[in-house]
C-alpha cells in the first residue's frame, strides 16, 4: 500500500505551550499573593481591585483555564495528531480555538477584579463569558472529532478515549450550570435556587475537577509516560476498566460536597457510595500508570522528566485515596470548611496537574526545536523546588484543618464552647499559613527557573513548524470491524458510537440526582415566613457577591452541636428557595453568617467593614472604604426585581415601578440608626445596602420553634 506523505502541525502546539507558561506564572503570582493576604492583610493595597475576596477566584480560574487549560490543548493537540495519523482537521479551527480561548481568559481576569461574577465556585464568569466557552469548546470538539474521523489509524488510542469524554461530559456541565437570568451585560441571576442551585453546582464543580483536570491529563498520561520511559502501556484491558467505570461513576459523586447541608439525605448519601467507588478505577489508572515503568526505574533517578511524572501520577493516587475518604461523613465532619481541603485541592493541583505540565513542556520542548534540553541540572532543581513547595504548601495546610476543626468543636466540662470567638481560631493558624505561603514561592520560583530552561532550550534549536511524516491510508472500516470481532476493538473503530455511549454514561448519574430535587417539592420543603428579599436588601446581596465575601464565609449552619451553639439553629433547605445563586460557600476563613441578622448593631457593621481590625483585634479581613464612597445604582433596581420574578421570586407584577420607594424607607430607617449612633451617612451608600442584607440573614425563621421551622 502506497504510503500518503503530510506534516503535522507544531505551531498551534507552541502557541498553547507559551500560554500554558505566560499564565501559570501569572496565575501562580496571584495564588501567591492571595496566600500573603492571609497572613499579612495589607497586601490587599487598600483598593478593591485587589482584595481576597476578588482575586481568589482570578487565581483559581488562571490556574484552571489559562495554565492546565492551555497545557491540555497543548497535549491533545500534539499528541493527537500523532495518534492518529493525520494533521489536525482545520487549521482554521485550531486558531480560532486558540485565540478565542486567550480572549476569553483575558476577560476573565479584567471582569473578575471589577467584582462581575456570578459567585459559583470555579463558573464565577458572567453570561457573555459563558456563550463565548460554549462557542469556543463546540469549535475545539468540531476540531478534534473532525480530525478522529479523517485518521489514518484505525486504532483509537486510550489516550483519545479521554479525550473524547473531556470534550462530551465539559459541554454538558457548563451548559447545564450556565443558564442564568442576565439582568444587566455583565450582571445574572442564577436560574436555579437554593438547594437546586448548590446541587447543579457541585454536580459540575466536582466534575470540572474530574472532567477538566482529570481526564485530559489521564489522557496525557497514557501517551506522554510511555514515550517518556520508551515502555508500552502497563495493561490494555485495565486502561478499558479504568475509562469506562471513572468516567460512569465519577459523574455522581458531586453532593459529596454537600454533606451535613441542607440538601435531601438521599443525594448525599448517593453522593458518598459513589465517592468510595471512585477508588477503584482511580487507583487502577494510576497503577496501570506507574507500573508502566517497569524496567526503566533506573532511569528515574536520572531523568528529570520521569521524576516528574512519577510524582504527579503518586499525587493523583494521593488525592483520589483521600477524597473518597473526605466523603465519608465521619471524616467531613471534621474536615469539611477547613484548610485541610485547601491542601487536598493543592495536592492535587501542584502534584498531578501541575508537574505533569512540567514533564510534558520539558519533554516537547526539545523535539519541537530539534535540540536536546538546556540544562538537566536546572530541572532537577525545579522538580525539587517544586517537591519542597508542595509540602510547605500541604502539610500545613493538614494541621491547620485539623486545629480548626478541634478548636471550633472543643466544649469545656461544663458544656460551653472552649473558643466562642471564632477569631481565636483565625489567630492561632497564621505561622501555618505563612508556611503554606512559603511553599508557593518555592513552587513559583521552580517555575520560574524552567521558564529561563525553556527559552534557553529553544534558542538553541530551530522550531520544526510542520513535522513531515508518512502514513498508509485507513483501510475499510466495515471489513475491518467485521473482521475485528464483537469486544472493545469494535468501540474503538466507531468513533461517533463511542462518543454517544461515552455520553450516555455520563448524564446518568447526573439525571437521577438532579430531576428528583428538581420535580419532588419534599426535597425543598417550603417555610411560610420566607419572603423574598427587598430591594435594598438584594443591591446588598449583590454587594456581598461582587466583593467575593462567599470566598470566606459560609452561609450554611450545620446540624453539629458545636455550629448550633455558636451560630444559631441549623439551616433549612426552605431558606434558600429564593437564593439565585445559592451561598453557601465551601471555605470558612470568618464564622458562618446565615444567622448574623441582629446578631450586631447597624454601627458595629459599619465600623467592622471600614475598619476590621478597630472591631475584632488580630482580624485578617480587608477594609472596603469604597462601600462608603460609591452609591447604589437606584436605576437598577426594576431590572433586578423583573429578572428574578423570571427565575421564579414571587415579586407582584408591577412592584418594580415602587420597589425603590421600599428601598428609601429601608435606606432612611438604617441611616437613621447609624446617625443615632453619631455616623452620618447617605441612605444611598453602598454600606447600608451591605447592612441591610446582613441584618436580614437568618431572620426569616428565628421568631419560629425548631420543631415548626418547615412547614
Known sequence: MELEKFSYDNKIVKAFMIATVVFGLVGMLVGLTAAIQLVYPIFNFDTQYTTFGRIRPLHTNAIIFAFVGNAMFAGVYYSMQRL?????????????????????IVAAAITLPLGMTTSKEYAELEWPIDIAITVIWVVFGWNMIGTIIKRRERHMYVAIWFYIATFVTVAVLHVVNSFEM???????????????????????????????LTTPFLGMMYYFLPKAANRPVYSYRLSIIHFWSLIFI??????????????????????????????????????????????????????????????????????????????????????????WIVAHVHVGGLGWNGFMIFAVLYWLV?????????????????????????????????????????????????????????????VQILPLHALRATGGAFYLLGAFIMTYNLVKT??????????????????????????????????????????????????????????????????????????????????????????????????????????????????????????????WGSKRTGPDLHRVGDKYSNSWHYNHMLAP???????IMPAYPWLFEQNIDRDATAGKVSALRKVGVPYEEGYESVANDDLDKQSAQIAGSLKADGIEVLPDAEIVALIAYLQRLGKDIKAEPTANAEK
Request: hydrophobic fraction near 45%; include cysteine; charged fraction near 15%.
Open 458 to 583: 529553544a534558542k538553541a534549536g530551530s522550531f520544526i513548524a510542520n513535522e513531515g511524516t508518512e502514513a498508509a491510508p485507513l483501510v475499510n472500516e466495515y471489513v475491518a470491524s467485521r473482521n475485528a470481532g464483537w469486544h472493545h476493538r469494535v468501540l474503538e473503530h466507531k468513533p461517533v458510537i463511542f462518543t454517544v455511549l461515552t455520553l450516555i454514561a455520563i448524564l446518568i448519574g447526573g439525571f437521577i440526582e438532579m430531576v428528583p430535587t428538581f420535580l419532588i417539592k419534599s426535597n425543598v420543603p417550603t417555610i411560610t415566613s420566607v419572603k423574598p428579599y427587598t430591594p435594598l436588601e438584594l443591591h446588598g446581596r449583590d454587594i456581598y457577591i461582587r466583593e467575593g465575601c462567599v470566598n470566606c464565609h459560609t452561609q450554611m449552619v450545620r446540624p453539629f452541636r458545636s455550629e448550633t451553639e455558636r451560630y444559631g439553629e441549623y439551616s433549612k433547605a426552605g431558606e434558600f428557595v429564593y437564593d439565585h445563586p445559592f451561598l
Open 250 to 339: 465519577y459523574i455522581w459523586a458531586g453532593p459529596h460536597h454537600l454533606l451535613y447541608t441542607s440538601l435531601p439525605d438521599w443525594a448525599q448519601s448517593l453522593g458518598v457510595v459513589f465517592s468510595i467507588m471512585l477508588i477503584a478505577p482511580s487507583w487502577g489508572g494510576m497503577l496501570n500508570g506507574l507500573m508502566t515503568l517497569r524496567g526503566a526505574w533506573d532511569r528515574v533517578r536520572e531523568d528529570p522528566i520521569l521524576k516528574f511524572m512519577v510524582v504527579a501520577v503518586t499525587a493523583y493516587g494521593m488525592a483520589t485515596l483521600e477524597g473518597p475518604l473526605l466523603s465519608l461523613k465521619n471524616v467531613n465532619a471534621i474536615a469539611h470548611f477547613t484548610d
Open 613 to 619: 481590625d478597630a472591631v475584632s483585634t488580630g482580624s
Open 366 to 426: 526539545p523535539r519541537m526545536w530539534g535540540t536536546t534540553l538546556y540544562s538537566r541540572r536546572l530541572a532537577n532543581t525545579h522538580f525539587w523546588l517544586g517537591t519542597l513547595g508542595i509540602i510547605f504548601y500541604a502539610l500545613p495546610m493538614y494541621v491547620s484543618g485539623v486545629v480548626q476543626s478541634l478548636m471550633w468543636k472543643e466544649f469545656n466540662p461544663e458544656g460551653f464552647l472552649v473558643y466562642k470567638n471564632f477569631l481565636e481560631t483565625t
Open 84 to 104: 492518529l495519523k493525520t494533521r489536525m482537521f482545520s487549521d482554521k479551527l485550531s486558531w480560532i480555538h486558540f485565540w478565542g480561548w486567550q480572549l476569553i
Open 182 to 212: 442576565p439582568v444587566t451585560l455583565f450582571k445574572s441571576y442564577s436560574w436555579y435556587a437554593g438547594v437546586q442551585d448548590a446541587l447543579v453546582q457541585w454536580w459540575y464543580g466536582h466534575n470540572a475537577v474530574a472532567f477538566f
